[in-house]
């Protein structure tokens, strides 16, 4: 059973970078699929915020690209998520996933239990 | 916004079915599988359906989804009260390369 874990601070300061990683445990991240990062905002529904291949490929909500970067490690078996800039809008449980992304098939099929960051001075 | 239009809740007795509708349109659904997620906030989200209508294993057949055109469905039949939750229906976006979420549905178990 593939697992994940998100880690990270609980409390980020407005105009700084919200940084995330997600160990993944029981699959090698190097034998393929796309690795997720999504979040629930206070109220609001969930949300995809980008996804990246084991080959470090990207793909990124368009109204956040200019704000996130997503990479991954092979070599510890992690993805990470950065977002710059952030203001009290991104404070969310963040969650990583295993991103089954093939021509016409999205979804997430395991996934973190969630990662609380909120964003104050 | 999302570009998936889910009802923001729905209720049902305990034995009950209920219904969760997704619209959608030719820039979604109508050219993806569909995928619906079960999340009780506080724990991980749940896969409950993907391609439409299967079940990753471990997930009892009371839930079941389909797809017609532009829209899905999932329903769940004999609804139990540990199925209060949040569900979400999730697919692809023409390019192949974004997700796209509903806004989801409370389900409510009186």
């Known amino acids: 059973q593939v697992q994940l874990q998100e880690s990270g601070p609980g409390l980020v300061k407005p105009s700084e970078t919200l940084a995330l990683n997600c160990d993944v445990s029981?699959?090698?991240?190097?034998?393929?699929?796309?690795w997720g990062w999504l979040r629930q905002s206070p109220g609001k529904g969930l949300e995809w915020i980008g996804s990246?291949?084991?080959?470090?490929?990207?793909s990124y909500m368009p109204s956040l690209e200019r704000r996130i970067s997503i990479f991954v490690d092979t070599s510890k078996n992690q993805f990470s998520l950065e977002l710059r800039s952030v203001t009290a809008a991104d404070t969310a449980t963040y969650f990583c996933?295993?991103?089954?992304?093939?021509?016409?098939?999205?979804?997430?099929?395991?996934w973190g239990r969630g990662n609380l960051v909120s964003v104050s001075s | 916004q999302s570009l998936l239009t889910q009802p923001p809740s729905v209720s049902a007795a305990p034995g009950q079915k209920v219904t969760i509708s997704c619209s959608g349109s030719s820039s979604n659904i109508g050219n993806n599988f569909v995928s619906w997620y079960q999340y009780v906030p506080g724990g991980a989200p749940r896969l409950l359906i993907y391609d439409n209508n299967k079940r990753p294993s471990g997930i009892p057949d009371r839930f079941s989804g389909s797809k017609s055109g532009t829209s899905a469905t999932l329903v769940i039949t004999g609804v139990q009260a540990g199925d209060e939750a949040d569900y979400y229906c999730g697919t692809g976006d023409s390019g192949f390369r974004i997700a796209e979420f509903g806004g989801g549905t409370k389900l409510t178990v009186l």
């Open positions: 990246v291949f084991y080959d470090g490929t990207t």
């Open positions: 996933a295993r991103h089954v992304l093939i021509r016409g098939r999205s979804y997430f099929d395991y």
């Open positions: 029981e699959y090698s991240i190097s034998n393929g699929y796309h």
